[in-house]
């Protein structure tokens, strides 16, 4: 709850897109943010009467599905955030469109920036 409270800057239970995007020190990236409220994981609770608000209800969903990544829901609903065309299937071109974003971020950080393709093997290699 706390975290919700921390977010919702003007306390009515509702979040936008702006205070949601400060959610763990601005760790999700903006089309992370984007999937989320375009209700491709999870329809919003809020969204029937408030359009484009996350609930404090829905905020719990989201932080279950980012606490525990090992459970079948959290796996579903992150694959759904990474499958921009809705298709089914993560495609290269989905996921360097996350990778994209981030590399900015390391950028910016002046951090080493790890090629896409050398992650790409990493991840094939994992399957």
């Known amino acids: 709850y706390s975290k919700f409270w921390e977010l919702d800057q003007d306390h ?3 979040i936008t897109k ?49 606490e525990d990544k ?3 829901r959290a796996q579903e609903y992150w694959f759904s955030v990474l499958d921009l065309d809705r298709d089914g299937l993560l495609s290269v071109f989905e996921l360097e469109v996350f990778y994209a974003e981030q590399v900015q971020r390391m950028e910016v950080l002046g951090s080493e920036v790890v090629s896409f393709e050398d992650i790409l093997c990493q991840m094939l290699d994992v399957v």
């Open 18 to 66: 702006e205070e949601f995007a400060r959610y763990g020190n601005y760790c999700l990236t903006n089309q992370c943010i984007e999937q989320v409220f375009r209700l491709v994981p999870r329809p919003f609770l809020a969204a029937s009467t408030t359009p484009g608000m996350m609930s404090y209800r829905d905020f719990v969903w989201f932080c279950l599905s980012e």
């Open 12 to 14: 009515d239970f509702l």
């Open 70 to 72: 090992t459970t079948t």
